[in-house]
């Protein structure tokens, strides 16, 4: 994540060519876990792996702020340390967050269970108040908030821990090298 290539024509554009997205493409098909975060949900999107696209906040503003999620699938390796209906405050920051996808894609989204996260006062306008979403397999994750700056309770909340404590969970005992 961070602006990748400068962010320059639409978050993500560029990267997705990035020489390194031919083996992430092969390790997610082979099963390997992979979780886009900000940037990355973006590079994701923009891809292929992840449905759907992201673009613009609503009022076209960058908003950098705590927000409140709702988890809405507790059962992927990504999420497995929460419960359905939790409430987790996670920071994001972003000017192209606002989840976009085709009403065919978003009723597959919510038939499959791929919703992972809701903002419960959607910020930026996503549909459906998408903050996260897996691929249909459930390996690859996208999430726009920061799990990762809410891990020590020193430095603001420890809400995001439980994306990692999850994977962890997840792959214990398991070959997570990934495709060979």
């Avoid at 792996?49 to 613009?56: D, I, S, Y």
């Avoid at 908003?63 to 992927?76: D, K, Q, S, Y």
């Avoid at 085709?102 to 903002?119: K, S």
């Amino acid at each position: 994540g961070g602006f990748s290539y400068g962010d320059y024509l639409r978050s993500g554009a560029i990267a997705r060519f990035s020489p390194v997205m031919a083996a992430l493409k092969q390790f997610a098909a082979a099963g390997g876990y992979v979780i886009g975060i900000c940037n990355g949900f973006q590079i994701l999107t923009e891809a292929g792996l992840l449905p759907g696209a992201l673009q613009w906040n609503r009022d076209l503003n960058f908003i950098c702020e705590p927000v409140a999620l709702t988890v809405e699938n507790a059962g992927t390796a990504f999420s497995n340390q929460y419960q359905v209906g939790e409430h987790l405050t996670l920071p994001i920051a972003h000017g192209e967050g606002n989840y976009y996808a085709d009403p065919e894609t978003l009723a597959a989204l919510e038939t499959n269970g791929q919703v992972v996260f809701r903002y419960a006062n959607n910020p930026n306008g996503s549909m459906h108040d998408i903050a996260g979403v897996t691929n249909e397999t459930g390996n690859v994750l996208g999430m726009m908030p920061h799990p990762e700056r809410a891990v020590e309770a020193l430095l603001g909340g420890t809400d995001g821990l439980g994306v990692f404590q999850s994977l962890i969970n997840q792959t214990e005992g398991a070959d997570v090298r990934g495709a060979r």
